[in-house]
């Protein structure tokens, strides 16, 4: 498995939709878990790393 390069910033579709019905997180942290924004209703949460890169469907990277 390769390490998906994340940083504060990107956007990611999630396989998964949180509860609310959103699908797109903001990452705000990354490091051994990753801490992500939910887009719809701005709920916050800490995820580890390799269980939140499998659920990654699609990533959209910041512009620099």
Known sequence: M???PLRAGD???LKKPHP???AFFS??????????KCETCNRDMTVDRIKFEKAIR???KAES
């Not at 990452?27 to 992500?36: N, S, T």
Request: glycine content about 14%; some cysteine.
């Open 20 to 22: 609310c019905g959103g």
């Open 2 to 4: 390769q390490i998906i």
């Open 27 to 36: 990452v705000l942290r990354v490091g051994a878990e990753v801490r992500v």
């Open 11 to 13: 956007r990611v579709k």
């Open 58 to 60: 699609e990533h959209i």
